[in-house]
């Protein structure tokens, strides 16, 4: 039976791709996650079914034998956040970079057929073209940005180099359940969620009139399975987005609607490192993977919401 392993499997998207591979049932899963910001809970109701192992990325002995012989390789294990790597870029840059490098190195070691590396948006900055489109320069902005940027040229270069199968993944400002609310660095939209059904006014840094691609998790890990099975992608690196653009002040006017309430966000500065404006261009996940994305904003702020409500209420039980 065909293994595949997940670093950062206990994280939010990782947790999801875990799920459905469990879903489609075709081989035993292994989970590797520090639990830095990945949580057991994450992977409760699915526990007995994986083998998870609470080991570092960074340590490569103990990776080496986990990776040994296995079919994928789904490289998400990442301390992310833009800001998170401005104020501490120590843990970040180890993490992101020589961790990744471990990661390559074992997987060249124990004959791993392929690997899907989570990359990020953030690697195009603020490139006055929209939609992104992976032929641009990056542009990174931030030590979170090149961390990611150097990770798939890493990706790169181990297929040309050494030939192991790698296929980078841009990931759009990925959003949906078991995307933790509570933190300073969690993804806006969590943080906005978490604050209409408390009926708290957010904080938006800068003008609100920053646009992201916001993408469902659901629709990403549809992807990265599809870009573990695609044939002649080795080495490549596709845009993995909605190819939608909504600004935080759209969003929060729709979350208002939802909710039928009326809260006014608290503007602050802009955060050093922001991106204005980001959108993917999907034709070539389109052509390539056939990257179909099937949740509208609308949808996958209500199934986030849904699971926000849940939550909320099982913790104050
Ligand atoms: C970047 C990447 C994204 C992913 C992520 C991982 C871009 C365009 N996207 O997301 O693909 O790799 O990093 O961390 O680079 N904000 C508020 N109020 C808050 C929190 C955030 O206004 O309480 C703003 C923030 O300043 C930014 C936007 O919301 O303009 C999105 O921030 P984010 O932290 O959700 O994600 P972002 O875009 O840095």
Known sequence: MKRYVVTGGAGFIGSALVRRLLEEGDGQVTVIDNLLTGKREN??????RIAFHAVDIRDYDAIASLLRGADTVFHLAAIPSVPRSIEDPVPSHEVNIDGTFQVLRACVAGGVRRVVYAASSSAYGDTPVLPKVETMAPQPLSPYALQKLTGEYYARVFYSCYG???VSLRYFNVY????????PYSG????????????RRPTIFGDGEQSRDFTYVEDVVSLTIKASRAPNVAGKLYNAGNGGQYTLNQIWRLLQQIEG???????APPRPG??????ADIT???????HAPRFSL???????LEWQRRTLAATAR
Do not use: K
């Open 164 to 166: 192991l199968e790698t």
């Open 274 to 279: 922001d991106v204005r404006h980001s959108r």
């Open 188 to 199: 806006v939209i969590s943080i906005f969620l978490r604050a209409i059904l408390e009926r």
């Open 284 to 290: 070539a996940a389109v052509r390539d993977l056939s």
């Open 261 to 267: 309430v009326s809260l006014e966000p608290n503007y």
């Open 43 to 48: 992977l409760a109701e699915i526990w007995d």
């Open 298 to 304: 609308e949808e996958g702020l209500r199934r986030t």
């Open 176 to 183: 949906g359940p078991r995307q933790d609310p509570s933190s």
